[in-house]
């Protein structure tokens, strides 16, 4: 796979491109970090595979550390239940004019997606055997990470902001601490369930490669909470970002709250 960074959303101006190799262990993700950027700059990406072309993602790399920044603006998001209702929230936070993204947790819900009698009922006649139980092997947290990809609105969100995320539990199961699930089963039984949570929660989140590590259970059993902000894109991005405009608090299924400051002229000429 071909991936190419630039100035512009058009790739005029190329920054950086390269090659990555995406590997069926890991589910055919790939992580590409990209080091030694300029600071405070907004920039454009993409993937060729063959004559398929993704969709263009918008990042930005962090301020220099010794820059004075008047003020940061960014997002926080979490507890998305797709089978409860719409992500509409991500559809504005794509057009909201913010720096970062942080994801608090709770990216999706390992529940039978049915099993609330919520908004997208429509799945149950759309291979609803993929569905319709919980989430426990590595199949099925694949399968579960794909469905909320497939929305429109979170799609937006990730190719408009860099994102830093960390989970919270349902990323992996309702309550577990440590190697006990909810349920107090056998730890060798449900440390086989966390460590196929981690791995797909890596495949799918912009985190960096040695964040995966295979060292101590199957699996990447030492995820760690990273993000692809400043310097690294992952393929899991999609769809152009649309036109800015000012924020808003909203409430629905998708929680948002956007928090903002003035911002430096730097940024603004960068962002323009």
């Not at 794509?94 to 947790?105: I, P, R, T």
């Not at 429109?152 to 990730?158: C, E, I, K, S, T």
Request: charged share 30%; glycine share 6%.
């Amino acid at each position: 796979m071909r991936w190419e960074l630039a100035h512009d959303a058009r790739f005029r101006r190329i920054v950086r491109r390269g090659t990555a190799t995406a590997h069926p262990e890991f589910d055919h993700a790939v992580h590409v970090e990209v080091g030694h950027l300029d600071p405070d700059r907004v920039l454009y990406y993409r993937f060729r595979a063959g004559g398929w072309v993704s969709e263009t993602g918008r990042t930005r790399t962090a301020p220099a550390t010794r820059d004075r920044v008047a003020g940061l603006r960014f997002a926080a998001v979490s507890c998305q239940a797709y089978h409860d209702g719409y992500f509409t929230p991500y559809g504005h936070l794509a057009e909201d004019d913010v720096d970062v993204v942080f994801h608090l947790g709770d990216y999706l819900y390992e529940y039978a997606v049915n099993s609330a009698g919520g908004a997208r009922k429509y799945t149950d006649r759309v291979l609803p055997d993929l569905f319709n139980h919980e989430t426990t092997t590595l199949e099925d947290y694949r399968l579960r990470y794909a469905l909320y990809k497939s929305d429109p609105d979170l799609r937006a969100a990730h190719a408009a902001h860099p994102f830093v995320v960390t989970w919270d539990d349902h990323e992996t199961e309702n309550n577990y601490a440590g190697d006990i699930d909810e349920n107090e089963d056998p730890p060798e039984e449900f440390l086989l369930r966390r460590a196929a949570a981690y791995r797909a929660y890596w495949e799918n989140q912009p985190l960096r490669r040695p964040s995966c590590r295979t060292d101590r259970t199957p699996g990447c059993t030492g995820v760690w909470a990273g993000a692809d902000w400043p310097s690294s894109t992952s393929s899991t991005r999609a769809s152009t970002a649309p036109t800015r405009r000012t924020a808003t608090e909203r409430t629905s299924p998708a929680r948002s709250r956007t928090t903002r400051r003035a911002p430096s002229p730097a940024r603004r000429r960068s962002a323009g």
